[in-house]
Nanobody
Framework: QVQLVESGGDLVQPGGSLRLSCAAS????????MGWYRQAPGKERELVAT???????NYADSVKGRFTISRDNAKNTVYLQMNSLKPEDTAVYYC???????????WGQGTQVTVSS
């Protein structure tokens, strides 16, 4: 009943920028928080950034100062602006939403970000 639709993944040069979007739809009572995680080949999934409904943000140290998370509560959408991209940012990026009073977690299918050449 809940679907997360991601967009914006692409191939980009080092130093370039991308903006990821994730929209939650379906049976949504309320969004407690949304965020982005990533997983590179052969590595564990890691937190990138999160944002609460009230606007509090949290970032991984590796992306702080380069990435910015934001949201549009009316559209149930979260964004990730990625600047100064590095090859080590290459990964599948997953959208996460924490919903409702039971704080249930939902995940998108992932979008590929490749930083190369």
């Amino acid at each position: 009943q809940v679907q997360l639709v991601e967009s914006g993944g692409d191939l980009v040069q080092p130093g370039g920028s991308l903006r990821l979007s994730c929209a939650a739809s379906g049976s949504i009572f309320s969004i407690n928080a949304m965020g982005w995680y990533r997983q590179a080949p052969g590595k564990e999934r890691e937190l990138v950034a999160t944002i609460t409904r009230g606007g509090s943000t949290n970032y991984a140290d590796s992306v702080k100062g380069r990435f910015t998370i934001s949201r549009d509560n009316a559209k149930n959408t979260v964004y990730l602006q990625m600047n100064s991209l590095k090859p080590e940012d290459t990964a599948v990026y997953y959208c996460n939403a924490n919903l409702g009073p039971r704080r249930a977690d939902y995940w998108g299918q992932g979008t590929q970000v490749t930083v190369s050449s």
